[in-house]
Nanobody, 126 residues
Framework: QMQPVESGGASVQAGGSLRLSCTFS????????RAWFRQAPGNGREGISCISFSVGKTTYQDSVKGRFTISRDDAKNMVYLEMNSLKPEDTAIYYC???????????????????WGQGTQVTVSS
């Protein structure tokens, strides 16, 4: 595969939980960090979380901090996003990406590289 493949999205009620998965198999991500972006209806893609493969350092945007948890499995070349206490404003298409940094410092979202995957749809109803 030449691009990331996201899965796990679904339609859920507010307060529910989901676990998104992303495989980078076939993607030359090297020792770089990995991240999740999302695109809400009518908006552009926004970086929401990043994880380093050096020591597993993570960072989150305020909108999801405390509710979402990013993790990775290096052996499987996969990244996950645990989503809890979901809100209607979390409704979006979620994408994973390679970040050309060894960690998630600074404006990491400006250092995405490679093709976008198709994303996975998350819909949260009230």
């Amino acid at each position: 595969q030449m691009q990331p493949v996201e899965s796990g999205g679904a339609s859920v009620q507010a307060g529910g939980s989901l676990r998104l998965s992303c495989t980078f198999s076939g993607v030359n991500g090297g020792d770089f960090a990995r991240a999740w972006f999302r695109q809400a209806p009518g908006n552009g893609r926004e970086g929401i979380s990043c994880i380093s493969f050096s020591v597993g350092k993570t960072t989150y945007q305020d909108s999801v901090k405390g509710r979402f948890t990013i993790s990775r499995d290096d052996a499987k070349n996969m990244v996950y996003l645990e989503m809890n206490s979901l809100k209607p404003e979390d409704t979006a298409i979620y994408y994973c990406a390679v970040i050309t940094r060894i960690d998630c410092s600074g404006s990491w979202w400006d250092h995405r590289v490679g093709a976008w995957g198709q994303g996975t749809q998350v819909t949260v109803s009230s």
